[in-house]
């Protein structure tokens, strides 16, 4: 059975400070996974999603993934943190057979230090 | 223009009541599906329909039930409401049933039960 393990429940970064948000999968095979972004009272918003095809993803906002299949990781990343980044991050895997469906993290609040 | 849309945005209502949720997109979809985020902002999927044809109906309780009249429409009906229906309830819908096709989410409708 798939599921995604969200490492930090909280981030604090400084602004112009780059991001880390961690996230390891397991799956049986080779794993869609993706990131989304929830800005406060608001829904959900694709950042970026990884298919097999490479192993960095680039996402909106400047954002990246890195697909380490050794460490079954798809950590977030961003070189400068912006105010505008505060927001719940979910890494989303989704399952491999039968009726396909989202398996959600717990979620990474990233909050941004002026 | 929205791509998918929820309404009401806010639902107060008292236990006992019945009560429904819209929801629409204009993407041409083949696919919608209802989520549940509770207070701690854990997403899981509820139900999901493909073409109107119902895929996806995780345990759910049997007070709530979907409706699609249409590719483009997906309604969540509610029945008896009781404190532990409180949460955030987002709509989406992605391209095919795929487990590469991303999502797109609604807004989110929160729904609070006295």
């Known amino acids: 059975a798939q599921s995604v393990t969200q490492l930090d429940s909280h981030v604090s970064v400084s602004e112009g400070t780059p991001v880390l948000l961690r996230c390891n999968y397991s799956s049986s095979y080779s794993p869609s996974l993706f990131w989304y972004v929830q800005h406060p009272n608001k829904g959900l918003q694709l950042l970026l999603k990884y298919t097999s095809a490479a192993t960095l993803v680039k996402g909106i906002n400047g954002f990246e993934a890195e697909f380490k299949k050794s460490e079954t990781s798809v950590h977030l990343t961003k070189p400068s943190a912006h105010m505008s980044d505060a927001a719940e991050y979910f890494c989303v895997v989704s399952t491999t057979s039968g009726t396909y469906k989202y398996i959600f993290g717990t979620g990474t609040r990233l909050k941004v230090l002026a | 223009d929205t791509a998918v849309s929820q309404t009401p945005k806010y639902l107060v209502t008292q236990m006992g009541n019945d009560k429904s949720i819209k929801c629409e997109q204009n993407?041409?979809?083949?696919?919608m599906y209802w989520y549940k985020q509770d207070s701690k902002k854990f997403l899981k999927i509820m139900f999901s329909y493909n073409n109107k044809e119902l895929i996806i109906n995780e345990t759910v309780p049997n007070r709530f039930s979907p409706k699609s009249p249409d590719k483009a429409h997906l309604n969540l009906h509610i029945n008896s409401l009781e404190l532990g229906d409180s949460a955030v309830y987002f709509c989406?819908?992605?391209?095919?049933?795929?487990?590469?096709?991303?999502?797109?989410f609604g807004p989110g409708t929160r729904l609070t039960v006295t």
């Open positions: 993407l041409g979809h083949d696919t």
């Open positions: 989406a819908s992605s391209q095919v049933q795929d487990r590469g096709s991303e999502q797109y």
